[in-house]
């Protein structure tokens, strides 16, 4: 039951959420790329600051991705699958995953520049432009990458 009452209590922060800073992206959409509702249940609680709760969850996948992205360009000496993983791309294909990378860090970096100024209307932004650049760039590009790194263990 506990479980159940969190996730009303989430549904009903959101809503007020999202009326109160303007932003367009529904739990729906936050939840099915990001695993809002199972970070809730994860911590136990929905916070006071449901905004910035939802924006670490964000960061969190997006910083989990593009380090496992920088073990492809740049694999650990010492990890034998980073290494064989890192060989099934092309100096091109790496190129692609860098500005990838890139395109990530600076969605991610505004992120941290909005826990700094506090400003509401960047970070309405920044949940927006999380849920788009997933659909549009990161999710296409990681389904490419992935696909490459499958075909490349099955050779082996």
Known sequence: MKNKELLNELKE??????KGLGFNASL?????????RDAVLSV????????????S????????????L??????????????????????EERRKITNLMTETMALV?????????KDKAVE???????????????????IKIMKNVNEGWKKK
């Open 13 to 18: 922060k959101f809503d007020i959420l999202k």
């Open 28 to 36: 729906k959409d936050l939840d099915s790329i990001f695993f809002i």
């Open 44 to 55: 136990g609680f929905v916070s006071e600051c449901l905004s910035r709760q939802i924006c």
């Open 57 to 68: 969850r964000i960061v969190d996948t997006y910083m989990n991705w593009n380090n496992y």
């Open 70 to 91: 920088h073990g492809l360009i740049i694999p650990n000496p010492n990890y034998m699958l980073n290494i064989n993983e890192s060989k099934m791309f092309s100096e």
């Open 109 to 117: 970096s505004t992120n941290t520049l909005v826990g700094l100024t």
């Open 124 to 142: 309405a932004k920044f949940i927006d432009d999380a849920v788009i650049f997933w659909k549009k760039t990161f999710c296409p590009e990681l």
